[in-house]
Each structure stands twice: as C-alpha cells, then as structure tokens.
C-alpha cells in the first residue's frame, strides 16, 4: 500500500528530475561552446585533440583589444552613471521629482527599440566627431544604462526606512548629508545591482558598438562578428571568444551574488 509519504517523495523526485532536464537545455550549449572552444579549427572534437591554441590566438590578436576595449567601456559607464542614477533615482523616490511624468519618461527610454535611436545616433556621433572613439561608445551606453540604473535605484530607495531620515533630520542634519552618510552606505546591494546591470548592458551590446566603433575601438561582439567570414563560420574562434567574454562576467557575478540578489530583489517588494 502506497501512503501519502510515499506519493510525496515520489512527487519530489519527479519535480527534482523535471528541474534537471531543464536545466541541461541551458548546460548542454554551454558545454558544446567549451568543448569546440578546446578544439582545433574545422577538425572534429577528441579528447586526445584539445588545445588551448584558440585561446592564445585570440588574445594576441583583435579579440584582446575587443576585450581591453570593453572592460574600458563598461567601467566608464558604471563610474559615470552609477553616481548620476544614485542621486536621481533618490530624487524621485523620495522628492517626487518630475512627478510621475518625469518617472514615466526614464521608463519609456526602456521601451525603445534600439534600431529606432540606432541611425539618428550615427549621424549625430558622426556629426561630432565622436564615430570611432571609446569616449563616444562610452556617451552612447549612458543614454541607455542611466535610465535603467536610475530606475533600479528608485525601487530601492523607496524600500529604504525612513525613520532613518527622519531622526537624522531632527539631529539637524542636511538632505545631502542625510544621502551621502545615511542612504548611500546602506544601500550597497542595490549599489551593486545596479553597477553590474549597467556594466551587462554595455558588456553585451551589438547593434551601436557595430555602427559607432571603429577598427581601435571595437568591443569583444564585434570582434566576435568578425569570425563570420565569407569562407565560412570559425567555430572554434567564435567559440573561445564566447568562453573568454562569459568569464569575466560569471567571475563578477559569482563574487557579488549576495549583493546581486539582494538589491535585485529588496527593490521589488515595495
């Protein structure tokens, strides 16, 4: 006779089996990326076969640039705009700044697909001279990663105590004393969250670093768009440049997931 303990367990090993054969459709690629990255150009994969050569052409040619020039970048946007997003997303959190037409409009910046901003952003960048610099590329990531980094920070700081404020207020202090002593200190994890968001969203983007990048200043997509040559595709290339952009990133996360997860979630409960 089968209890109700029974079917419970039953029920679990089948749910703890279900989570595993989905989670091999994110792994399984993710293993094929490793193993062809290990292997030989246009050769068939063996274990007796793998090599690190892919790696060490990589980074001695275009793709080491690619990946200086994106680390360059996404640590500009995060230096940049992680100061702006903070101020501005305190500001209308608590200040109401703008009222809600204001707050509607960082969000809207959101909704905007790229390619609709992608041509009148060339010609402008073009206009300036700004086509072909990190600088430029730099200027253009703000304009997408400030909104969202401000928007991050805004569910954040609502979710921040204000009795903290407020006693801090009675002591005499300052709003901006109050924001920089008080708020900031204690609002690491959405910090966090917000500067690894902001430093995603220009480590991944294609579309404007393909159209205002030149030939010095081409981020690691680019680099790996050009292993789609007219002879064919460079797996093997296009695979351990695909290892080498995930590391750094897996790396960041790994190293401030506790931070991640929490100013991710602490900014949504509100």
Known sequence: MVGPGSSNRLLAQLAHLGLWLFSLTFLLPLGWLLLRS???EGQPFSLGGLTLDNFVRLIQGPFGLGLRN??????????????LAALLGYALA??????????FGVLATQMLP?????????????ALGWSGSLWGLVIAYLAFALPFMTWLLMGFFRTFPRELEEAA????AGSLYIFARIVLP????GLFAAGVMGFLLSWNEFLFALLLSGRESQTVPVVLSTFITQRGVLFAQVAAGVVLAVLPVALLARVIDRYLVEGLTMGAVK
């Open 70 to 83: 994106s680390l360059w970048v996404g640590a500009w946007v995060v230096a940049l705009g992680l100061p």
């Open 186 to 189: 204690l609002s690491i994890p």
């Open 169 to 172: 207020r009675v002591d005499g």
């Open 114 to 126: 790229p390619i609709v901003l992608a041509l009148p952003l060339f010609a402008i960048f073009r």
């Open 94 to 103: 608590r200040y109401q700044l703008g009222g809600h037409t204001l707050r």
């Open 38 to 40: 290990l292997s030989p």
